[in-house]
């Protein structure tokens, strides 16, 4: 019977060690981390398109009007056309407009694979570079490499000339 004392007794006395030890961490008043970030997300201003003028790429700037634009997004552009603004200004495309939709996935070095509809080695020499330049100009990091593939045919990489 001795044992079965001494056993409650240590028992009891090890739940009393805990309770009065705690997890280890005091009470404490809130601490103040200044004010939530608030407002408007800043939408993007300005977008690059590479058009070609003059048989050559021109980097075009455009607003898009403070709706979220993907490098997909933009490379619809490309497709689309020039603004009667920009044909006024000579501006046109050589990428077809049949080219799209357009997706764009990040290679774990940061270049880039832009898939199209169309398959890539019939496009123009200039719609590939349109492609390219417009893709890397949205690149967080550069130079970037970019590669068009389409239809089971791949075009690339390669980097923006201009």
């Known amino acids: 019977m001795k044992t079965g004392l001494a056993r409650r007794m240590l028992a009891a006395g090890l739940v009393s060690l805990v309770t009065v030890a705690g997890c280890g961490v005091r009470p404490s008043d809130a601490i103040s981390a200044g004010d939530p970030p608030s407002g408007p997300v800043a939408p993007i201003t300005t977008i690059t398109l590479y058009l070609v003028k003059n048989g050559q790429l021109s980097e075009v700037t455009r607003r898009p009007g403070g709706r979220p634009m993907f490098q997909a997004d933009t490379l619809a552009l490309l497709a689309a056309g020039p603004t009667p603004e920009e044909q006024a200004r000579g501006f046109t495309t050589d990428v077809p407009p049949e080219a ?63």
């Open 100 to 162: 799209g939709p357009f997706s764009v996935t990040a290679k774990p070095a940061g270049d880039l694979v832009v898939t199209l509809s169309t398959p890539a080695g019939e496009l123009s020499t200039l719609a590939v570079q349109q492609i390219v330049c417009t893709a890397a100009a949205r690149a967080p990091e550069k130079p970037v490499q970019v590669t068009v593939v389409g239809a089971g045919q791949s075009v690339g990489p390669r980097s923006c000339p201009a």
